[in-house]
C-alpha cells in the first residue's frame, strides 16, 4: 500500500508519501505546495491542481488527511477550512479512500504524546524513516500523518484477522 499524507495550509500545504509492506514502511517522496496568485480562488486552484500532479506523478493507493480545529480567528479557520477541502477533493478525485486523523492522534502514535512540539515530530519522523531528507515543517507533519495511517492500518488489519480466527 502506498499512503500519501496530507497537512493542509493555504500558504504550504504538506504532503508526505510512504510505502508499507508488511511491517516495513519506507519513505517515498515529501514536499510542500506553496499556494500562487493574488486572490482566494486562484491559489486554491494553485493547491489542487499542485497536489493532482503529485498524486498522478507518485500514485498512492490511500490517503489520510489532519482534521483542523477551530481557533480564535474565525476568517483564519475559514480559509484554512477551504485548503482542507482541496486535501480532501484531491485524493477522492482520483478515487482513493480519505481517513482523518487529529493532529494529537498524530502525534501520539509518532512521538507518544499527544502534545509534541513540532521538532519532536519531525525528529520522531526521521528516526522512523532513516536518511530521509525533510522539505520543512509541513512535509514533516505530512509524513507523521502517512505514519499514523500506517499504523492504524496495521493494527486494524491485526484486530480483523484476531476477530476472524476468534469466529472460526
Not at 528516526?127 to 486494524?156: M, R, T, W, Y
Amino acid at each position: 500500500m502506498r499512503v500519501i499524507g496530507i497537512d493542509p495550509g493555504l500558504r504550504r500545504m504538506g504532503w508526505g508519501i510512504v510505502d508499507i509492506s508488511g511491517a516495513k514502511v519506507s519513505h517515498v517522496a515529501n514536499g510542500v505546495c506553496k499556494s500562487e496568485g493574488g486572490d482566494l480562488s486562484a491559489r486554491l486552484l494553485s493547491l489542487h491542481d499542485q497536489l493532482t500532479a503529485i498524486l498522478n506523478l507518485h500514485a498512492p493507493t490511500s490517503a489520510a488527511v489532519e482534521l483542523t480545529f477551530v481557533n480564535s480567528n474565525g476568517a483564519a479557520t475559514l480559509k484554512l477550512g477551504q485548503a482542507r477541502a482541496i486535501a480532501l477533493l484531491v485524493p477522492a478525485q482520483a478515487g482513493l479512500a480519505v481517513a482523518e486523523y487529529a493532529p494529537n492522534a498524530v502525534k501520539k502514535v509518532v512521538v507518544g504524546v499527544g502534545h509534541a512540539a513540532k521538532e519532536q515530530v519531525a525528529h520522531m519522523v526521521k528516526l522512523q524513516l532513516p536518511g530521509v531528507a525533510l522539505a520543512g515543517e509541513d512535509a514533516a507533519d505530512a509524513l507523521a500523518i502517512a505514519l499514523c495511517h500506517a499504523h492504524h492500518v496495521k493494527f486494524s488489519g491485526r484486530l480483523e484477522a484476531a476477530l476472524a480466527r476468534a469466529g472460526a
